[in-house]
Every structure is written in C-alpha cells, then in structure tokens.
C-alpha cells in the first residue's frame, strides 16, 4: 500500500464533498481530534450570526414568541430523528454532559429507592465518575466499580464508547442485562452521537446524555443533550425545578408543577445561539446519513489500523482499540511510554493534532464528514517520523 492508495479511496468517497462544508483554513494542518473538538461548520458561522442580528439583534425579546421557547425540544426533535434513533419528544437540548448526566442519575436513584447501590467502571469518563461519586456521598450509596449489577444496583452509567480505547459496548445487550437485575441504564454517548448509529428507541434505551461538541461539532461549550424513554418521561423528575421545566412557565406561580413531558428536565434559560449550532450540526449528519458515515468512518479506522501495523507497532506502540470494527467507534489509540512527548512533537514539529490520555495514551479521532483518507495516511505517517529513534 502507498499514499496513492488512500487518495484513490478519497476520489470514490461519495461523503468526500462535505470536507467543503467546514472551514478549513491551514491545508497543512492535519487535525485528528475531532472527537474532542470537531471542526466549525461554515454554515454555522451564518446561522449564527442570523440569530445574533436578525433574531436578538432586531425581535428581541419577541423572539422568545417566535419559536425560541420550544428551540430545545425542536431541536432535540433533529437529533433524535438523525443522529439517535429516538422518537419525537424524547430529547432536549440543554445544559452540560455533566449537569445532564446529574439530572437524570438522581432521576433514576429516586425511582429505585429501595436500592443502594451504582455501577460504573472504573476507566469511565471522569466527569461521570465524579458526578457519581458525589452522588454515592451524598445519598450513603455504595458504588459498584466494574461490577455486574445485582438486586442492589439502583443505576447503571455506561458510554456507548470508551473515551480512552473507542471500544464500543453492545446497546442493545448491555442495556437489556442491566434491566434483567431490575437497575436502570444512564447511556453516556459523548463519544458516539454523530459518528456511530445510535439506536435508542430499537435498543430499548431508557436514559441518555451526550455531548454535542464531538462529533457534531456544535462548537466548545454547546448544550448537550438528553434522552427519556416517552413510557418513563412521567414516572421521572429533575433533581433541579427550573422554571423551564414548569407546566405553566409564566403564570409564574407558587408551586412546582412539572410539565408532564420531556420538557420536565430543562433547568433554566435556554442557550438559544448554542442551540442554533447544534440544529445545524445534527441537520448536517442527517444529510449525509449516519450509515454512510459509520460506513465511512470504520473504513478511516481501518486505514489507520493498517498503518499502526506497518509503522507504529515496529516502534514500540500498541493498538489500545478493538481490531473488529464493529467493537470500535471512531478514534484510534494507541499507546507508548513516551506518548506525552510524541504528541507535543507531533503538534510542534509535523503539523499533527491528536490529544495525550495519560499514562501513556495518544488517541486520534476521525470525523468522517472533514478527514479524508490522506489524512489519516499523512497523520500515521506524521506520528511515525516523531517516533523514530533519533540519527546517531
Ligand atoms: C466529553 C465527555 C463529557 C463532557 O462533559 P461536559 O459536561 O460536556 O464537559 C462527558 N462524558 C463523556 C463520556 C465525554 O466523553
């Protein structure tokens, strides 16, 4: 195989044209880490822009009447359809991963009172960790590290894809297990949603979160989302009782009564120009269909994988990512001690970014809509020249 190979593939992509959908300005750069950050998409920087003067700049607070209240849930409505497999109504665009993932675990520990105890694994996300940790100190919770759940086990908190290695779980499987020992399942999917097909509702999903800045490129701090199963959508409450979430928002009552759907679970104010970039991003991925991209996507990590063997494992490296594709997501990892260092050169010397998972973990993401072939090519090769012993 040769670089010539890579740019064949690149000329018989059918997603190759999207690449001109983002800004792109340093055609040298290559970027591998969409899967922390994803690129901007130039469309964004118009409709932003439309809701800064047209929207705030001209209505005002008129357009709270012109759609932005219901822009969370019509939005969410976006996602579920393209990019989550969920049906209308079972999503909201709000807050963070973190206070999202906060909202729905104490959801869950309140509708299994008799239970005390949670899982999640010891290598999750830290954010999800912490949440929980605090949740477990706060309420006199034992937490389960690794562990099956049992008739103890209030919730279970799982990515879909492992940050750190891209392994990606069975949805279907694992959430069907978790129900069988009667705990119910907060899905993380920050490092799925927009890259790998998420079948919530023919999963037989009950909750989820996930972060929006990834894969889909919804821009740093953008709203996160969350999904409540319609069937539990009444059965459940918010921890926080935001006026957002109140039946009659601007009767502006006494009492807390929540409204009787997804819209329960918003807190405050919705982050309307936030919201704005993700209704595009998720509008994007519809378009080019997420099949056509996982197809496109396990093809990239493939390509990778093929140069891992041919370049990185002669020096040292290890694969840290599932060689069967149907196991992984949509970034690559891989792994020496000296991997810090390898990355910051990487970045300083060959124009390559990744990002560093310590202890010794330099991971490469993938985003199928922006990364051609090539770049995956130039990228192994780029990390490979930075590996090499030195001359003499
Ligand atoms: C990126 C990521 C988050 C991010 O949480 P924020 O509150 O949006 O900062 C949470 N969980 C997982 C698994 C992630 O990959």
Known sequence: MDRSDAEELDRADELAPFRERFVIDDPDLVYANGNSLGRLPRETVERVADVLTHHWGSRLARSWDDGWLDEAQRVGDVLAAGVLGARPGEVLVCDSTTVNLYKLAVAA????????????????????????????????????????PDRDTALCVRSLVDYRTGARADLAARTAAD??????????LSHAAGVVPVELDAAGVD?????????LCAGPG?????????????????????????????AMGPAYDPQPDIRRFHAGTSPIVGIAAVDVSAALVAEAGIDRMRAKSTALTSLAIDRFDA??????????TP????????HVSVCRADGAELCARARDEEQLITDFRPPDMVRLGFPPLDTRFVDVWDAMERLSRVSRPAPG
Do not use: M
């Open 311 to 320: 370049w990185l494992a002669p020096l040292g490296f290890t694969l840290a």
């Open 207 to 215: 909750l989820a979160v996930g972060c929006t800045y990834k894969y």
């Open 323 to 330: 060689r069967d594709p149907n196991q992984r997501g949509g």
């Open 179 to 188: 129900r069988a020992a009667g705990a119910l399942t907060v899905w993380d």
């Open 222 to 250: 953008a709203p996160a989302f969350l999904y409540v199963r319609t069937e539990l959508q009444q059965q459940l409450q918010s921890p926080i009782w935001g006026w957002f979430g109140q039946r009659h928002q601007f």
């Open 109 to 148: 520990l309140d509708a299994r009172p008799d239970r005390r105890s949670v899982v999640v694994a010891s290598h999750e996300f830290p954010t999800d960790r912490y949440v929980l940790q605090g949740l477990a100190q706060q309420r006199g919770l034992a937490l389960q590290w690794d562990g099956e």
